[in-house]
C-alpha cells in the first residue's frame, strides 16, 4: 500500500513511515499545496496511492461520485480530529496507526476503491 497524506498533516508523518520502509509522501513535499480536492483525489489514484484525509464532506461524496461513475480509486482513509487530532503532539500516533495499517494491508491494491475511517 502507498499513501498520500492531505496538507493538514506533517510531512514528519511521512518522513518517518520512509524511515520504516514504507512508501507515504505528503501533498506538502509535492508541493501541491492549494489543490482542488477532485485532482487531489486524481493524482492520488493516478499514483496508485489511498489519500489520507479529515476532509470527509467532501471526499465522502466524491468517493461515491467516482463508484457511481465506475472510477478506480485506491483508497480513501478518513481521520477525526476526536480520535486522532492533529499537530506535532500526534505525529507519532499517525506513524503508529498507519504502520499497522500498511503492514497489514501489503497489496497496492488493498485499499481500491474502498473508504475507511482510521481508529
Known amino acids: 500500500m502507498r499513501l ?15 524511515a520504516g520502509g ?3 509522501v505528503a501533498v506538502a513535499e ?4 492549494g489543490i482542488d480536492d477532485r485532482s ?16 470527509v464532506r467532501h471526499f465522502a ?7 457511481a461513475a465506475g472510477r478506480d480509486h485506491h483508497g480513501v482513509l ?4 476526536t480520535s486522532m ?13 498507519l504502520t499497522q495499517l500498511m503492514d497489514a494491508e501489503t ?3 488493498a485499499l481500491l476503491n474502498h473508504v475507511r475511517w482510521l481508529p
Open 4 to 18: 498520500l497524506l492531505d496538507e493538514h498533516y506533517s510531512p514528519e508523518v511521512c518522513a518517518r513511515l520512509r
Open 22 to 24: 514504507r512508501d507515504a
Open 30 to 33: 509535492l508541493g501541491i499545496e
Open 40 to 55: 487531489l483525489l486524481e493524482v492520488a489514484a493516478s499514483e496508485r496511492r489511498a489519500l489520507v484525509t479529515n476532509n
Open 61 to 67: 461524496s466524491m468517493a461515491q461520485q467516482w463508484a
Open 78 to 81: 478518513f481521520t477525526s480530529d
Open 85 to 97: 487530532p492533529r499537530g506535532k503532539s500526534s505525529i507519532g500516533l499517525y506513524v503508529e496507526v
Open 107 to 109: 497489496s497496492e491494491d
